[in-house]
T-cell receptor, first 111, second 113 residues
């Protein structure tokens, strides 16, 4: 059973600070990793994809992947109230087209 | 711009009714997926399809069936709706090979009474 684990939160971060979200996965053969943002009552929106070890930056977002330790993280710099949402980590094992999702971390940015 | 649409945002049905949820994508994606999302349980895969008329069971297919007659359209069918199928239903699509990035539709909040 492939598993993706996230701390459910809530994680509260002051406006302007760095929010750090973490995710661990059980399948060592996993190849592709994704972060989705989901506002309350809305559907998940893809915000970051990462495929190789290291950091990938896109604006205020940085995804970090460490395959040896089987974790992936998302950093949000200069956090804004509009970043308040649930963040889902998703992993593709490489053997098929499916993604395994974590249950999400609820992030609240405090003005 | 990627576009996945779902037939209804909100739906209320009675126990025992046959329910059709439809999803359409305009990105020429080969793969299409149906999930349900429940508090504390996350996203669970019901069925997916990697080609027209092809389907594979996901983690929770019981009580559901699917139909894919055209590449852009994937339907989820609840043969006889039950109250435990009250949930948010999400459709997603992706290319067959490459990035595995999935793009979601807006979701259908289904209530079965």
């Amino acid at each position: 059973q492939k598993e993706v684990e996230q701390n459910s939160g809530p994680l509260s971060v002051p406006e302007g600070a760095i929010a750090s979200l973490n995710c661990t996965y059980s399948d060592r053969g996993s190849q592709s990793f994704f972060w989705y943002r989901q506002y309350s009552g809305k559907s998940p929106e893809l915000i970051m994809s990462i495929y190789s070890n290291g950091d990938k930056e896109d604006g205020r977002f940085t995804a970090q992947l460490n395959k040896a330790s089987q974790y992936v993280s998302l950093l949000i710099r200069d956090s804004q109230p509009s970043d308040s949402a649930t963040y889902l980590c998703a992993v593709n094992g490489g053997g098929d087209e499916k993604l395994t999702f974590g249950t999400g971390t609820r992030l609240t940015i405090i003005p | 711009d990627v576009k996945v649409t779902q037939s209804s945002r909100y739906l209320v049905k009675r126990t025992g009714e046959k329910v059709f949820l439809e999803c359409v994508q305009d990105m020429d994606h080969e793969n299409m997926f149906w999930y349900r999302q429940d508090p504390g349980l996350g996203l669970r895969l019901i069925y997916f399809s990697y080609d027209v008329k092809m389907k594979e069971k996901g983690d929770i297919p019981e009580g559901y069936s699917v139909s894919r007659e055209k590449k852009e359209r994937f339907s989820l069918i609840l043969e006889s709706a039950s109250t435990n199928q009250t949930s948010m239903y999400l459709c997603a699509s992706s290319f067959l090979t490459g990035t595995y990035e999935q793009y979601f539709g807006p979701g259908t909040r289904l209530t079965v009474t």
